[in-house]
């Protein structure tokens, strides 16, 4: 009798819980959304776990219609598009259908959510912790509390720092026709709506895995203020990486690969503006000789452009965490980690090594072009492996100007050189590579070198 009615009430949450098929990141904060009948009560197929953000994104019902005439996922695609609106600001209003939201919006630094439940066809918002806990009796299933710790019965409480997930707990009758003290079984589900009780129970703990992480740079000037919305992605949607990508899978084979978004407006790049890159380009492009002409290159470091990047790679970190630290149990295992990342992506790989260090093993770290790269680093011994692979300016015999990278001018990245490693090192492209110029020496197109020229055993070989 137990073991049947805990089936059902499984099969009734997969019932319960709807996931719509929005385009749906990794990201800070997971949203739920459901509605509630006048005895407090939970109305059946009306959950829906559709997306996270990396922005809270909370409905003011004063300044709101009162009663919304929209479809649930129409409404919940308005939450979307504002979370995801390229414009970071801290009021957003909509009209549609004769409907008027007004939307309060914040910018979090840690995991967590945010619940919208809709009673008598009006919308309200609540922010909560990381797990939701739900009462069910008689049929009947209501929101209970939200905590940052599981807490089962005859288990041992688990703290819960990413991820989110929804403890239903089903009580018996007593004598009296109540609830009994206890429940009855609960059921732990992850936001995917995956029901993860037994490895809880069981205390299974996950099999380490290898990961391959791609950052991508400066998306060029038409995306220039579409900064990065910090999201985790497991694909290269915007087709940055030249299929090169498919070359660094094959050659490391991870479990799986993940794709985030470096790209910030040129003015935290060296460069500064638009216009210096311009003239950088216009005086540099035709110049073949002089180490003199170097100088225009735009080498100046800007650090606050840097560390902006950086500060916004602790916020990725924080969603990466959130990716892979997917059941309770996740942190009694440490994944290795493995990055390839390409000019501005320098800058806000550090800040997501900085947040996720303590929770991986630091694998094999391969820069591309790093931009600004001389500013600021690591203890790159802490890494299997760390290569810097790009043009040659600074060195010795280097390429005449219009040959370097002028768009991520190169300088070895801070603490390279002090390493006393033959795994840590910085590659120049080869000497007789025929696409070298300002801007082609700087694109990931230029770098299949790396594959074809570097041989098994030299340093710098991916593998």
Known sequence: MFFSLSIL???????????????????????????????????????????????????????SSKRCTLKDTTFMQQVLEIGRNYKLKDHFTKKLQGNKFVFNCVYPSDPQTVIYIKRKGSWRSYNAKLVLNFFSFQDKISFASSGNNLLLTHQD?????????????????????????FPAFQ????????????????????????????????RGPKYDKHESRNEVYLNDRTNYWFKIDDRFIKRLN??????????????????????????????????????KKYKRLNQISNPEGFDYRYSRGVLVGKAFLNEIHNTPNSYLTKDTIDIVCHSMGYAYTLGLIETIKDHVVLGKFYM?????AGY??????????????????????????????????????????????????????????????FVHSHMVYSYDWIFDRIQKGQPGYIH
């Open 254 to 291: 991870p479990d799986t690969s993940f794709y985030l978004d470096g790209s910030f407006p040129v003015s935290t790049s060296n460069h500064q503006s638009k216009l210096g890159f311009g003239l950088s380009y216009l005086f540099s492009v035709n110049a073949r000789s002089s180490s």
């Open 9 to 63: 009430s499984v099969l009734g949450q997969n019932e319960f819980t709807r996931r719509p098929q929005f385009q749906t990141k990794t990201s800070l904060v997971y949203y739920y959304f459901w509605e509630e009948l006048e005895d407090g009560s939970i109305a059946p197929s009306t959950m829906y776990t559709p997306f996270s953000l990396n922005r809270v994104v909370l409905i003011d019902t004063v300044k």
């Open 157 to 181: 409480n688990i703290p819960v720092r990413n991820n989110t997930y929804r403890v239903f707990s089903y009580f018996y009758p007593d004598n009296a026709g109540g609830p009994r003290q």
């Open 368 to 372: 591309l072009a790093p931009e600004n």
């Open 187 to 218: 059921h732990v589900f992850a936001f995917t709506g995956d029901e993860i009780s037994k490895q809880i129970i069981q205390k299974q703990q996950p099999k380490a895995k290898r990961y391959l992480i791609f950052v991508n740079g400066y």
């Open 376 to 437: 600021k680093g690591l203890d790159w011994n802490t890494f299997e492996e760390v290569w810097q692979f790009g043009s040659n300016l600074g060195q010795k015999d280097a390429d005449a100007l219009c040959y370097q990278d002028g768009v991520a001018p190169q300088a070895t990245v801070w603490g390279i050189d002090a390493q006393q490693s033959n795994h840590v090192g910085r590659i120049c492209s080869p000497y007789n590579w025929p696409n070298k110029h």
